[in-house]
């Protein structure tokens, strides 16, 4: 019998889905490249942000209109696995691309952390759903706060309704939101350390 959807299911609806990883994407890329670049900096980060969020949702969107899976969340492991590499391919290649048309380092480094932390939860997946919406929101906010300052880990409170959300939606157990949101916030903040 279908769950019936009560004002805390639809709350966490509107949060899973206005904070999912397209959104975290955009920001980085867009506060990044500003700090970066002003609107250079922008322009590289949309660039970016094009292979990271743009190519990957419109797959997953032409996914959904061939009848391939339910929504752009993409429960079924096996579904995300498929969707997950292609994401990995397009970011991969627009890290390549920032790097052959002489982007700032930052910026490379940027999309480069993105393609690392996608790589880990991608190699996790298989076994368990490792939450993807937990590891960019909290690798996001560790790179905002490596470039702007610590203040910006006043958006944490942000991660931790991302996660309430898709526990809340049973999409994912609270392990699997708490290991995504550590394994994207290592392994992004190191990788975007490392490489700028």
Request: aromatic share 8%; hydrophobic share 55%; proline share 5%.
């Amino acid at each position: 019998m279908p769950r019936t959807e009560d004002g805390a299911s639809r709350a966490a609806r509107l949060v899973t889905d206005g904070l999912d990883p397209k959104t975290w994407i955009i920001a980085d890329t867009v506060l990044i490249g500003w700090h970066t670049g002003r609107l250079a900096g922008v322009g590289w980060g949309l660039l970016g942000c094009l292979f990271a969020a743009g190519i990957p949702l419109a797959f997953i969107k032409y996914g959904i209109r061939r009848g391939r899976w339910a929504d752009r969340h993409v429960g079924p492991r096996p579904q995300r696995i498929l969707v997950m590499t292609f994401a990995s391919a397009s970011v991969a290649t627009g890290t390549l691309l920032l790097w052959a048309f002489g982007a700032p380092r930052t910026m490379i480094a940027l999309i480069a952390a993105m393609l690392v932390t996608l790589a880990a939860l991608l190699a996790v997946t298989p076994a368990w759903k490792i939450s993807v919406h937990a590891g960019v929101s909290c690798g996001s906010v560790a790179m905002l706060a490596m470039t702007y300052g610590a203040w910006m880990l006043l958006a944490c409170p942000l991660v931790a309704v991302v996660g309430w959300s898709r526990v809340e939606l049973r999409d994912h157990t609270p392990a699997q939101v708490l290991a995504g949101a550590a394994m994207g916030g290592v392994v992004a903040a190191a990788t975007f350390a490392l490489t700028r």
